[in-house]
């Protein structure tokens, strides 16, 4: 018996849509055979027809008018994959208004517009799959919504940016300061021309949205994600933490913490020990710990052609599968939880601190005379000389857990010291 055919309409074909197509074509007698469906592509929207294509497809089939595919009667499935914000949400929405199940890998209009594109789903009753949004070919969201729903999720740690990730083990690794590496990783194909959205963290909060939803079951408003990039880590901070037992990692953190949730991606100290310390080059890797699993890693290629079109393919799949079954329901709520996000001023974690200094007696107590004052207690200090320099120094410490807010006044009141050369840096800890 021949497998019934499921209509795929494509929007977008660089780099992640033509790997979706050669994957369906490769693929497609494989899916069939395992499913009893098969996937067949009807029509792809591109910006420009004219534009040469690795994979060719016939003429008919490819259109400038993303509208167009959508109201074909014969596509089942809407894969966006154009990315950005507009038109990709209004796209996203047009198909669900026209009974369309929806894939995207799309994670910025999912993390910002996920409410809404959710309770459109729910109210057409159809499905919104968005696996590759997350982590490339690493199966993370479904492990969370189906693999761990019956454990209380406690924390996620996750290197979730393969730009930032390659950029810090080429500091770490070979000594270069962020300029160098940055360089590298254009030269390399690693970073785009214009990396700001992966430097400043905003790749990895979007990230870190998504995975919280499906985590915690809580809707989350990006200004309540807490986002620090990695332009300020300097080859020092590297030396230091190496020194101190870390290594240093843009890390997406979502942390339960007496009844609400933190959010925050930052650079961050990580215990060498800790398994995502090993984590280099582009490699994503998503750390999770719950009360029945205890803790588990899951580790894979977080970006590139075939691993995040594989994903998309495997979201594909399911869809088809889930419209299938005879019970089937739209979606269930992703927002099944009602705590809170707690603010970054709330938060509370151990802190690596280096102040560069003038080189006088009395520095260090000065210091932490007002480290004291707010409650910050120092486990460690560690003093050096500027080289080549008569008197500039810099001293570095490390702290109990501490408050962020009060931290930050404390290293307000530091960098107003006449014994200052430069503003104080930090580094929260994990470990």
Known sequence: MAAKEIGIGLIGMGTVGTGVVKILRERGDTIA????LRPVLRQVAVRNLGQMREVALPPEMMTADPQAVIARPDVDIVVELMGGYEPARTLVLKAIESGKHVVTANKAIIALYGQEIFAAAREKGVL???????GGAIPILAALRESFVANEIRAIFGIVNGTTNYILTRMTEDGMDFGEALAEAVRGGYAEADPTLDLEGIDAAHKLAILASCAFGIPVDMEDVYVEGISEVCPQDISYAREFGYVIKLLAIAKEAGGSIELR????????????????????????????????MFLGRGAGRMPTAS??????????????????????????NRKTIQPMSEVACKFYLRFPIVDQPGVIGKIATVLGSHGISITSVRASLVEMTTNAGHVEMLTHRAGEAAVQQALQEINALPVMRDKSMYLRIEE
Request: a negative charge.
């Open 265 to 296: 991606v930052h650079p961050t100290m990580l215990s060498r020990h800790h398994p995502l310390a090993s984590v280099r080059e582009t490699y994503n890797a998503i750390y999770v710990e719950g009360d029945a699993i205890g803790k588990a």
């Open 128 to 134: 919104v799959y968005f696996e590759a949004s997350v």
């Open 311 to 336: 994903a998309v393919v495997s979201d594909i799949v399911e869809a088809i599968l889930r419209s299938r079954e005879a019970d089937f329901q739209a979606e269930r709520s992703l927002y099944w």
């Open 33 to 36: 055979a395992r499913t009893g």
